[in-house]
C-alpha cells in the first residue's frame, strides 16, 4: 500500500510546483461563500420588497447582479462550444445580452416576489474551486423550495457562477438551450442573438 | 378535430423523420454534445412535444388552473397527502428492493401514521408531529440503481419526459402497486378512476408555475424541459433529493410526489 501513497504525495508536491504557473484559481472556503450569499440574499430580498418604483428596484437588482454574479465567466461557460465560433463582436453582444436577459427576467417577476424570505442551510465545498451554498426560499401563499448557490473565486472575490433549482443545473440547461437555438438557426450565433434580443423587447413590454 | 390532425402529422413525422442525424464525426465537438443529449429520436420527440402542447392547452393547463382556483389550499394540500399515502407502498418495495431498509422503514412508519392519526392520509403527520419527511421513489429509479441504462430519451403525450427505462418502470410500479388487486366492484372502479384523474390534477397544479416559467422565459422549451428533467432524475436515483427538494419540478410525468420537508437535513 506504500506505493500509491508515494504517488498521490509525489503529484501532491508536483501539483504544488506547478501552483504558482496556474491561473488564479483560489479555493473556495464554505463559510465565506454561505456570508456572501447570505448579504447578497439580504440585499436583493431587501429590493424586492421595497415599495420604490419598479423603475429604480430594477436598477437596484442590475447593480447588485452585475457585482455579485461572475457575468463572464457564466456567460462562457453558457455559450460553451459556440463561444469559439462566435466573432469578438459577437461575443461582446452576447454577454451584453445575457446580462440584460438575467437582469430583465427577474425584474419581470417583481410581483411574484413581494414579500419572499430565505434561510441560509448549509454550505459545503463541492469543487477545489467552488462551493455549493443551499438556501430555503419562501414566497407568501406557495410551498417553500430549496435553492442551491455557486459560488466561485473570481480573482479574489466570491461569485455566483450558477444556480440549482430541483437538482438541475441553471447554467446547464441554459447551455442545451442556448445551443439547440444556435443549431436550429442553421449553427449561426446571430440566431441567438437575435432570440435574446427579441425575449428582452418580449420582458420590457 | 386540431388534435387528430395533430396526431396524424405526428404520426406521418414518425415515420418520415423519427431519428435525428448524428453530426460527421470530424466534428468533434457536435458530436460529443449530440451524444451527452442522449436524443436521437428528436424529431419524433419534437412532434410529441408539440402534440402534448395541443393537448395541455386546451385540456391539462385549464383544469390545473380551475383546480386551484376552485379548490382551497388546504384541501388541496389534504389531496396532495392523500395521494402520496396511496403510493407508500410502492415507494416501499422500491425502498426495499433499492435495499435501503433505513428509508423503507421511515416510509413504513409514515404510512402507518398517515393512514391513522393522518385520516386516511390527509394530514401528513408524520411530518407534522413525528418530523419525519417523506420520499418518493418509482422503480425505474430502482431499475437504475440496478445499473440499467435509461436508453434515448422519450418526450410523450400526457406521460411528458421519459426515456424506456422510467416508462418500464411507470408501468411497473401502476401494475404492482396493491390498489390494483385489493377489492373489486363499482365503488372500487370508480375510487381507482377519481385517483387516477385527482392524480393528474395535482400534478399538473403542482409544476403550473414551473412551465409557466419555462414557457415564458426559454428560447426552446423542448432543450429546457429535456435538460432539466435528465439532471433531475440523476438527483432523484442517487437519493440527493427528499428532503432537500420540496416540490417535483419540470416534469409533467412525475405522477403522485410526495409534498416533504423545506428543512435540510
Known amino acids: 500500500m506504500t506505493t500509491p501513497r508515494l504517488s498521490r504525495r509525489t503529484l501532491f508536491g508536483a501539483a504544488l510546483l506547478s501552483l504558482p504557473a496556474l491561473p488564479a484559481l483560489a479555493q473556495m472556503d464554505p463559510a465565506r461563500a454561505a456570508a456572501f450569499i447570505q448579504a447578497t440574499g439580504q440585499e436583493l430580498v431587501g429590493v424586492l420588497n421595497s415599495n420604490a418604483p419598479v423603475e429604480r428596484r430594477r436598477a437596484a437588482v442590475a447593480d447588485i447582479l452585475r457585482r455579485s454574479v461572475d457575468i463572464e465567466g457564466t456567460g462562457r461557460f453558457i455559450l460553451g462550444r459556440w463561444w469559439r465560433a462566435a466573432s469578438p463582436a459577437e461575443q461582446a453582444e452576447f454577454l451584453r445580452l445575457f446580462e440584460e436577459v438575467l437582469i430583465r427576467n427577474l425584474a419581470s417577476r417583481f410581483g411574484e416576489y413581494q414579500g419572499v424570505q430565505f434561510a441560509l442551510g448549509r454550505a459545503q465545498q463541492r469543487t477545489e474551486d467552488d462551493a455549493l451554498v443551499t438556501t430555503i426560499v419562501q414566497r407568501p401563499g ?29 447554467r446547464l440547461t441554459q447551455r442545451s438551450e442556448y445551443s439547440a437555438v444556435i443549431q436550429r438557426g442553421g449553427n449561426q450565433v446571430a440566431a441567438l442573438l437575435n432570440a435574446m434580443r427579441q425575449q428582452i423587447a418580449q420582458l420590457s413590454r | 378535430m386540431r388534435l387528430r390532425s ?23 465537438e457536435a458530436l460529443q454534445e449530440f451524444r451527452a443529449n442522449n436524443d436521437p429520436l ?61 428509508r423503507a422503514f421511515r416510509t413504513a412508519a409514515r404510512f402507518v401514521i398517515n393512514s391513522t392519526l393522518g385520516l386516511g392520509g390527509l394530514i401528513d403527520v408524520a411530518e407534522w408531529q413525528f418530523g419525519m419527511p417523506g420520499h418518493t421513489e418509482d422503480f ?19 406521460i411528458g419526459p421519459s426515456n424506456p427505462r422510467d416508462l418500464a418502470g411507470l408501468a411497473v410500479d401502476a401494475v404492482a402497486s396493491p390498489w390494483n388487486w385489493i377489492g373489486q366492484g363499482e365503488v372500487v372502479e370508480a375510487l381507482r378512476w377519481a385517483r387516477f384523474g385527482l392524480t393528474i390534477l395535482d400534478t399538473r397544479e403542482e409544476v403550473l408555475d414551473v412551465l409557466d ?48 420537508d423545506p428543512n435540510p437535513r
Open chain 2, 6 to 28: 395533430a396526431l396524424l402529422s405526428a404520426a406521418f413525422l414518425m415515420g418520415l423523420a423519427g431519428c435525428a442525424t448524428p453530426p460527421p464525426a470530424t466534428d468533434r
Open chain 2, 213 to 260: 416559467e419555462v414557457r415564458r422565459t426559454s428560447l426552446d422549451p423542448y432543450t429546457t424541459i429535456r435538460s432539466g428533467y435528465r439532471q433531475r432524475r440523476q438527483t432523484e436515483i442517487a437519493n440527493r433529493t427528499g428532503a432537500e427538494m420540496p416540490v417535483p419540478s419540470t416534469g409533467f410525468g412525475s405522477v403522485g410526489q410526495t409534498p416533504s
Open chain 2, 140 to 158: 425505474g429509479q430502482t431499475l437504475a440503481v440496478w445499473g440499467l441504462g435509461e436508453g434515448p430519451y422519450l418526450f410523450l403525450p400526457v
Open chain 1, 142 to 170: 406557495s410551498a417553500a423550495f430549496t435553492l442551491d448557490w455557486r459560488v466561485a473565486d473570481v480573482n479574489g472575490q466570491p461569485r455566483i457562477v450558477d444556480l440549482v433549482a430541483e437538482g438541475a443545473s441553471l
Open chain 2, 42 to 102: 428528436e424529431p419524433f420527440n419534437r412532434a410529441m412535444f408539440q402534440v402534448n402542447d395541443a393537448i395541455d392547452t386546451v385540456a391539462l393547463r385549464p383544469a390545473a388552473v380551475v383546480y386551484r382556483t376552485v379548490v382551497p389550499p388546504p384541501l388541496r394540500t389534504g389531496i396532495r397527502n392523500a395521494l402520496s399515502n396511496l403510493r407508500a407502498p410502492t415507494v416501499l418495495a422500491n425502498d426495499i428492493l433499492q435495499a435501503q431498509p433505513e
